[in-house]
């Protein structure tokens, strides 16, 4: 996995490890390794490396990273087994996708279509392949 420097958040916090606790604990899910090593750095916020493809044509930039204390309000709002963790400025999700048998895959949501789009086998690979 990449060095999370390289994304360039700028200033912000790593997430209290009691929130990230109570956030798998309401999902009733263990987040992969990559996402915590994520939290560790920064609990939300905007890099400025963001650019994803998605799909077989999409592309998109994160506009941010979700707070992991807002995670659950926004995994109720959205199908079963999709966990948000971030969004882009159309407010499409980039979500953990929990009906993979291993490490979640990473997928996007599109929010007025409903439909899902493939981005990583995992959230290691999705942060590796991030671009300006």
């Known amino acids: 996995m990449r060095d999370l420097q390289e994304l360039e958040f700028g200033t912000g916090n790593a997430a209290d490890p009691r929130v990230v606790e109570a956030a798998a604990r309401e999902l009733s899910v263990r987040f ?3 996402y915590l090593a994520l939290l560790g750095v920064i609990d939300g916020g905007s890099p400025e490396v963001g650019t994803f493809r998605y799909g077989d044509t999409g592309e998109s930039c994160i506009s941010e990273f979700l707070r992991i204390a807002d ?22 999700l980039v979500c953990l996708d929990l009906a993979s048998p291993e490490e979640p895959r990473v997928v996007y949501l599109d929010h007025e279509t409903n439909e899902v789009f493939g981005i990583a086998r995992d959230f290691g690979s999705f942060l590796d392949g991030l671009y300006s």
């Not at 995670?71 to 971030?86: D, E, G």
């Open 71 to 92: 995670v659950p309000t926004y995994a109720r709002n959205v199908r079963a087994q999709l966990i948000p963790v971030a969004r882009d400025a159309g407010d499409n």
């Open 32 to 34: 992969p390794g990559s």
